[in-house]
């Protein structure tokens, strides 16, 4: 039987406080329970916030490339012009040469590129922007620290371009192509020189794979990111994956919400709600990502019946703050956008300067519950070493159960007891 707690005494917890307390008393304490937070919210901006500084950029941006505002709403022309060089970079962004060097040593091993888009929400002005930090190479990649796979994918793929960790559900990898290329990607090793998608053939095995496994009811279609496939190429996916009887739900990773909001058009949301129960989980970590271009974006998919839900990656300098990331789930949630995980950062070579303690996340954690709604609360997940799965971490609400009572303590610190009985229907019998 599950016990915690050596003893119980009734003398250590008061669980009456809220009785003894007037409406009015109540009240107050609980405006003075955000008061913390509503003295500094309006300081963590949004995108919507920064729209004018945003607009500045963009018009920028589009003069360097001599762009029409068509070609800007294009995905192609987007991809077809990222960013990939810190000359190009620094007609931009005001970058001094010891930041252009920096950036051509680290970009010799590890791979950049930035969308247009993504990098009109750079304040050109402040080294310390989230979406600076997200995106341009800084010379703390080149610290050797933690290992390349730290889930170990490669020895969880029973055919190739599939990773299984868990009995009824599985990803495909489907390309190594994003909209941006993060800084702290846990696939940085899969990223190359040069994009691509993964062969059809490839594809192939994936699906006769889950084919012969009735155990496979969820499929997680990833990469890189997922909607970097061209719209028929994931409808003939989506479309081989649904006649497979067994498979009950299509899940889609992707970051273009944020980087790339250009990629959700019309015709791929049509085609996405061919294929429904499909879900995408996409991929937020600042307020600072959070625009009127991203909103739509969000929109446009809820609007065809497309669950959406976010995975923030915990990260150093970021949002490894209570506050920043209460900011973030409320601003989601206006996006119809379900606050999924907070995943603490994998210790991938090359992104240690992201790294946090587990305290970190907790506080955070403990941060949301009561302050902000349920539906704003993620759960907090810890990637087991080699290919162990997702593990959560949950600060300790439960203080005593024993075989009459248990006892607890709330969101605000107070305790209060239960009863621990099962109904016993015998003395009921004849």
Known sequence: M????????????????????????????????????????????????????IQSQKNRIKSLFGATEEQWQDYHWQMANRITDASTLSKILPLDKEEIDEIDIVSSKYRFAISPYYLSLIDPENRDCPIYKQSVPRLFELDEGGVMDPMSENQCCPAEGVTRRYPDRLVINVTNQCGMYCRFCQRRRLIGEKDGNTSIDVINHAILYIQDHT????????????????????????????????????????????????????????????????YVNTHFNSPAEVTPDSMKACGMLANSGIPLGNQMVLLQGVNNNKFIV???????????????????????????????????????????????????????????????GKTPLIPNYLLYIGKEKAVFRNWEGRTFKIENHQYDDSNQRG
């Open 2 to 53: 599950l016990e915690i707690g050596n003893n119980y005494d009734e003398q250590e917890w008061n669980t009456d406080e809220l009785l003894e307390q007037s409406i009015e008393e109540h009240m107050n304490r609980l405006n003075n329970s955000i008061a913390d937070y509503l003295a500094v919210k309006d300081q963590i901006l949004t995108g919507f916030d920064q729209e004018s500084k």
């Open 215 to 278: 155990e496979i009811r969820d499929v997680l279609i990833t990469g890189g990111d997922a909607l970097m496939l061209g719209d028929d190429q994931l409808d003939d996916i989506l479309t081989r994956l649904r006649r497979i009887q067994h498979v009950e739900i299509i899940r889609i990773g992707s970051r273009t919400p944020v980087t790339l909001p250009q990629r959700i058009t019309a015709e791929l949301v049509t085609m996405l709600s061919k294929h429904h129960p499909i």
């Open 326 to 388: 209460r900011k973030l789930n409320q601003q989601l949630l206006r996006l119809r956008v379900k606050p999924y995980y907070i995943f603490h950062p994998k210790q991938v070579t090359g992104t240690s300067h992201f790294w946090v303690r587990l305290e970190d996340g907790l506080e955070i954690m403990e941060s949301l519950r009561g302050y902000t709604s349920g539906m704003a609360i993620p759960t907090y997940i810890v990637n087991g070493t080699g290919g162990l």
